[in-house]
């Protein structure tokens, strides 16, 4: 069935360090794959998103590309800021599955001044 | 207007109470959704309502009781409820039923069960 696996947390950064934030999937299709970020005490919010193989979704300086030969779509942020602090979690949706997501198991992530 | 508007943010409740949570879009979103989140862990899906009707059950208890009174609203009623069921409870909505949508989640309501 389908998945998302991602890297185990927590990650700790200094402010302006590199983020990378690994993930990977297994699907029967060809899925959306998405970015959530969750800060403390809310809800989810979309961070970005890509539709189809090579297309790279970006937003508020993260960057993720869907990699079909990989089967990646890893975050990456060039200058992390404190206020990235959060819980990322990548995820997949596919017309098989209807109306499902799959999330990963969350990284959370401090970024410290 | 693009948000996803749950109440209430915090409910505690004995395991004999009776308790609904609401949830709220004026997206014209027609799919709507329950999730459970427990701390440090990812949203797991609990109910699905596309167009109104009840399309996902992921064999949730039938202490929880979901209800879509129109497009724009989805219940979650509460019901006998146990301690392991304190948990971070998020609507979420999407424009229709099918793969290409995101989901558009609200803040969630902090459910503890004493």
């Known amino acids: 069935g389908d998945s998302v696996t991602q890297m185990e947390g927590p990650v700790t950064l200094s402010e302006e360090a590199f983020l990378t934030i690994n993930c990977t999937y297994t699907?029967?299709?060809?899925?959306?794959l998405f970015w959530y970020v969750q800060y403390p005490g809310e809800g989810l919010q979309l961070l970005l998103k890509a539709t189809k193989a090579d297309d790279k979704g970006s937003n508020k300086g993260f960057e993720a590309t869907y990699r079909k030969e990989t089967t990646s779509f890893h975050l990456e942020k060039g200058s992390v800021q404190v206020s990235d602090s959060a819980v990322y979690f990548c995820?997949?949706?596919?017309?098989?599955?209807?109306?499902?997501?799959?999330f990963g198991t969350g990284t959370s992530l401090t970024v410290i001044p | 207007d693009t948000e996803v508007t749950q109440t209430p943010k915090h409910l505690v409740m004995g395991m004999t109470n009776k308790k609904s949570l609401k949830c709220e879009q004026h997206m014209g979103h027609r799919a709507m959704y329950w999730y459970k989140q427990k701390a440090k862990k990812p949203p797991e899906l609990m109910f699905v309502?596309?167009?109104?009707?009840?399309?996902i059950n992921e064999s949730v208890p039938s202490r929880f009781s979901p209800e879509c009174p129109n497009s724009s609203l989805l219940n979650l009623h509460l019901h006998a409820l146990q301690p392991e069921d304190s948990a971070l409870y998020l609507c979420?909505?999407?424009?229709?039923?099918?793969?290409?949508?995101?989901?558009?989640f609200g803040s969630g309501t902090q459910l503890s069960v004493l």
């Open positions: 699907a029967t299709g060809y899925p959306s």
């Open positions: 309502y596309s167009y109104e009707k009840l399309s």
């Open positions: 979420a909505s999407s424009q229709a039923s099918g793969s290409w949508e995101k989901l558009f």
């Open positions: 995820a997949l949706s596919e017309s098989n599955t209807g109306n499902q997501f799959y």
